[in-house]
Nanobody, 133 residues
Framework: QLQLVESGGGLVQPGGSLRLSCAASGVTLDDFAIGWIRQAPVKGREGVSC???????NYPESVKGRFTVSRDSAKNIVHLQMNSLRPEDTAVYYC???????????????????????????WGQGTQVTVSS
């Protein structure tokens, strides 16, 4: 059974950076499209990055130019580099893996219409990111 584990969250000041990691056990992440989703207490789920199985990337306007998703195939990890963080980026961040590139790309094309985590093939338990001075 593939399991995803997120790490790298924490407390950071506005303008700071964090790098989140999504590690997998059970199968290689290179075989899947990977998405990052966040959920804040008063907001719904929002897609923040999409990484296709062939390496294409997509981001919603809210994070474009600030967030970068990448694979470390040797370590079977996907990273989300987050720069110029803002208080509104505060949320629990989840990674999901899905065999369908189309399904994952929709996270970024319509970031507010994210499915429940269990609608994707695999998902993690989340890591908290807090941006505050």
């Amino acid at each position: 059974q593939l399991q995803l584990v997120e790490s790298g969250g924490g407390l950071v000041q506005p303008g700071g950076s964090l790098r989140l990691s999504c590690a997998a056990s059970g199968v290689t992440l290179d075989d899947f499209a990977i998405g990052w989703i966040r959920q804040a207490p008063v907001k719904g789920r929002e897609g923040v990055s999409c990484l296709g199985s062939a390496g294409s990337t997509n981001y919603p306007e809210s994070v474009k130019g600030r967030f970068t998703v990448s694979r470390d195939s040797a370590k079977n990890i996907v990273h989300l580099q987050m720069n110029s963080l803002r208080p509104e980026d505060t949320a629990v961040y989840y990674c999901i893996a899905d065999a369908s590139d189309t399904t994952v790309r929709r996270l970024c094309e319509t970031p507010s219409r994210v499915l429940a985590l269990n609608r994707y093939d695999y998902w993690g338990q989340g890591t908290q990111v807090t941006v505050s001075s």
